[in-house]
């Protein structure tokens, strides 16, 4: 399959919108536009840093073996650099003889005239600009990956969970009156984040109203910063310093209040699960209360209520052991809770004994966690929105110990659930969709656990 010569015309440019080949005799070959990819690749150069973000939300990032310096993902960042996307070194990809090469439409022409003239797959995708052409990149970027039948299914659930998390994130955000105005600044001349782009629309699932959701363009960028006013403003990296320095900037509302916020250009424009790390920050940031705020829980059982109050109870009692030093009120909780089995009660037990010794143990090492043995977790044990139950509450309590859950635990997955799941699945580098999927249960209440930082 290597040294196919790839000629890509401007159809190429469509790819996120292209239909994959299926003509039912196998997963390859694989068929975008007027490429051809005969068998599923060994070894793929990765220039686009967006492309890359969705291989590794996929499960492919162990076919990366070389990337743009732009790709900085924690995932690859063992992978060879090849230097920046837009002009890349031409004579490193050709040494390393890569499957396929994954680059931007900015790409410098010299460079892709003398990758595709030296034989190599060179394939351009378009960033999507809404939610259908999102699971269409998708779709096209597995099925390079993985096959017509099994990739293209892959970056289809992938994507579709991607788009019902981001959708449950907006529903978590309190319902107001009060328009709220926010845009993002890659700069201050002109180059603002639209709603013909996908990361324009993030402010839609934040709630907020774009300032810039028409193209602007530079002469008006700093009038219509100074008419609008929006209450928060994201920014690339340096940019908040130099509203701050323009006399006629730094009066803005958001400046003045403290609400401006920078986030890395380049992932802000990625397509991958920096998508969901992007809309949590943001929504975040423009709604400070949900730190602090309990979950509104649909209507419970009066089963569901008294599992609420008896966990408060037990935090507060737990809170009551620690001021007095005494390890004792820990062990009558431990009995209180001995109603299943004998086996179940010994397991808790277990587990309280070692977060008890997590605890006098993190004033030497803060880092270090107790794994935690009170959930029974076999294949396809996994847990999502509006489940309840026991087994719940252990999750609820095993989170807030990795101070990710800040509220009561009730044994409902409600909103707050969600939050929390999506920052552990952030920080411990796990598929982020707010659902506690088997791999994610087996990281969480094991040792190896990152608590929050």
Do not use: H, W
């Not at 782009?197 to 028409?214: D, P």
Request: negative net charge; contains cysteine; aromatic residues 6%.
């Amino acid at each position: 399959m290597k040294r196919i010569l790839a000629i890509l015309a401007a159809a190429v440019m469509l790819l996120s919108c292209t239909a994959c080949s299926s003509d039912g005799s196998g997963e390859y070959p694989v068929t975008l536009a007027n490429i051809t990819v005969s068998e599923k690749p060994a070894s793929v150069i990765c220039l686009s840093d967006s492309v890359a973000d969705i291989l590794i939300s996929c499960g492919y990032s162990e076919l990366i073996t070389a990337r743009s310096d732009e790709c900085d993902q924690p995932e690859i960042s063992s992978a060879f650099s090849v230097g920046s996307k837009d002009d890349p070194s031409v004579q490193n990809i050709t040494d390393l003889d890569p499957d396929i090469v994954f680059a931007d439409k900015t790409i410098s022409d010299d460079a892709y005239k003398k990758l595709t003239d030296s034989g190599l797959t060179v394939i351009i995708m378009m960033p999507a600009k809404n939610t259908e052409e999102l699971m269409a990149l998708y779709e096209n970027v597995c099925s390079v990956a993985g096959g017509k039948i099994t990739g293209k299914q892959n970056g289809s659930e992938k994507s579709n969970s991607l788009l019902v998390t981001m959708s449950d994130l907006q529903r978590i955000v309190p319902k107001s009156d009060i328009v709220v105005t926010a845009c993002y600044l890659y700069d201050l001349n002109g180059s603002a984040a639209t709603d013909n782009t996908l990361e324009g629309k993030l402010f839609e699932y934040a709630n907020a109203v774009n300032v810039f959701a028409s193209s602007a363009s530079s002469p008006d960028m700093i009038s219509k910063l100074r008419l609008s006013d929006p209450d928060y403003i994201f920014c690339a990296s340096g940019v908040k310093t130099q509203l701050e320095k323009n006399t006629d900037l730094r009066s803005l509302k958001a400046v003045k209040t403290g609400n401006v916020f920078e986030i890395d250009s380049n992932a802000f424009r990625r397509q991958g699960s920096s998508l969901v790390d992007n809309l949590s920050f943001m929504i975040e940031k423009m709604n400070p209360q949900l730190n602090d705020q309990k979950p509104l829980y649909p209507e419970t059982s009066s089963a569901e209520v008294s599992k609420a109050e008896s966990s408060k109870q037990e935090s507060s009692q737990q809170e009551s052991s620690q001021a007095e030093g005494s390890q004792q009120e820990s062990s009558q909780e431990e009995s209180s809770q001995q109603e299943s089995s004998q086996q179940e009660s010994s397991q808790q037990e277990s587990s309280q004994q070692e977060s008890s010794q997590q605890e006098s143990s993190q004033e030497e090492s803060s880092s270090q966690v107790s794994a935690d043995y009170s959930l029974t977790i076999t294949d396809g044990t996994a847990y999502g929105y509006n489940e309840s139950g026991d087994n719940i509450l252990r999750i609820q309590q095993r989170l807030a110990y990795l101070d990710y859950f800040n509220t009561d635990a009730t044994g409902y997955y409600g909103d707050m659930t969600v939050m929390a799941v999506i920052a552990f699945e952030s920080a411990n580098g796990l598929t982020i969709d707010g659902y506690a999927s088997t791999s994610d249960l087996r990281l969480m209440f094991s040792s190896d656990a990152r608590p929050a930082s």
